[in-house]
């Protein structure tokens, strides 16, 4: 391997550090963010103190979230200058707009409410703090869009044309909404909605096991389980949506997820078996063995059961991706899918028979302990399918018109070292920094017995049925 190649590789490793560690904050930013739009929703509806000690509780583990997800964020943004110039300088005209957009549309707009979000309380109103909430939520969820579309165009680039070195739109409607985008976000946004369940479920859970705050995380638990009960399948549903537009949009990639080398059986029919457990050789023209499971790999990408599916015999063996790592990441992203649905489930057939109220929660311990152990493994999902979508794009960094190797920044090796060595040292601190204080908050529990904010008036500035103080000055309602 040369001194070029190697320094390539140390600049890839790097940046799928940086993402690596970023992408575990966002999805919970905005599923908890719906979240806690939910919870001070319904309280705002009953004047029930639950909600309220519940939006309070998590809101504390959202701004921790928050603040990781934006540190790692900016982070990543600036490694696009650093690892990937010569590709940041191509895909300016779209890649540097659609940021640009994310910045203006979401960042700003979401920075602008989190602030009345959080020191809102007995300053603003409820419905306008309620208003702030939603906005949150709602530009958390369009930052994810202009983030993914971004991702999705190079997964499958549209509406562009790459000449004389650089990316030149030509059609931005077709650009923005490419194909892999219009599969990918609602795949990626049910995700963080299906992570936000289990960590809430997850900490619940861990409370009930504790037999502390029963009547608070009852209800948590409870309505986090129901609603999994939908978002679990849904997901399975949209992750079925992205493999046949990955099916069409990026074959190879396809191919590889699957293990998927020959196109045709020896005698010429197509080869329809799906690899469920596989090894590639040493040649890396096929798998040295398989489990194999017929006319599966055709009924999953196709819906028939005898269509061709590409192999990666017909790619040129310099366009062909990695097998391993997209192979086995789908997979236990998938396995983790499939796990969540029985969890769901499980936890809808308690409901049903009663186990999941106030007066029997903490008598199914084994499903609470399941709850806690499910809690980490949307995070692995999320991993996984990451390494799944980005490893099986290569060696392309936009699909089929810009390789990697032309698109990192050319440095020596010892440069690439040093900037590895510099951000995971950063993203190391900040992701020991997250988990402490997350873990602090949730040591520490929920607050009981500050007064509600709010309670009782819909205004900043309402008075109190009459003065009561000394100086016969107005009272204000006393924030928390």
Known sequence: MSNTELATLISRLDFAWITSLHIIYPPLTIGLAAMLFFSEWRWLRTDDETWYRLCRFFEKLFIVNFGAGVATGVTMEMAFGILYGPFSQAAGPFFGQVLGYETITAFMYEAGFIGLMIF???????????????????????????????????????????RDGVFRIVDWIAAILNPDALAAFPHMLVASFELSL???????????????HVALFQRSLKYSVLALVAIAPLQAYL??????????????????????????NPDGSPNTSWNALAWPNAKGDGNAWSIKIPYVLSLLETHTFNEAVPGLDQFPPADRPAVVIP??????????????????????????????????ITENRWYLRALIFSGFLPYIAVWTGWWTREVSRQPWVVYGMMRTEDGVS???????????????????????????????VVRKGPDMESPIVGEGHEALGHLADGPSNTDNEPEYVRPV
């Open 120 to 162: 809102g309380w007995g300053k603003i109103s409820r419905r306008m703090h309620l208003f702030a909430t939603f906005n949150v939520a709602l530009a958390s969820s369009l930052s994810a869009f202009w983030i993914m579309d971004a991702n999705s165009w190079m997964q499958s680039p549209a509406g562009v044309e790459y």
């Open 198 to 212: 289990c960590f809430v479920a997850a900490i619940s859970a861990w409370y009930l096991l504790k037999q502390q």
């Open 239 to 264: 992750g079925d949506a992205l493999g046949r537009v990955t099916a069409e949009a990026k074959p190879a990639g396809l191919a590889a997820i699957e293990g998927h080398f020959h196109t045709l």
């Open 327 to 360: 192979f086995y990441s789908f997979r236990i992203m998938a396995g983790i899918g499939g796990f969540l649905v029985l969890i769901a489930f499980w936890g809808a057939w308690l409901a049903l028979r009663g186990g999941l109220s106030v007066a029997r």
């Open 410 to 440: 050319k440095m020596s090796v010892t440069v690439a070292i040093a900037w590895l060595v510099g951000f995971m040292f950063f993203e190391l601190i900040v992701w020991g920094a997250t988990w402490y204080f997350l873990a602090k």
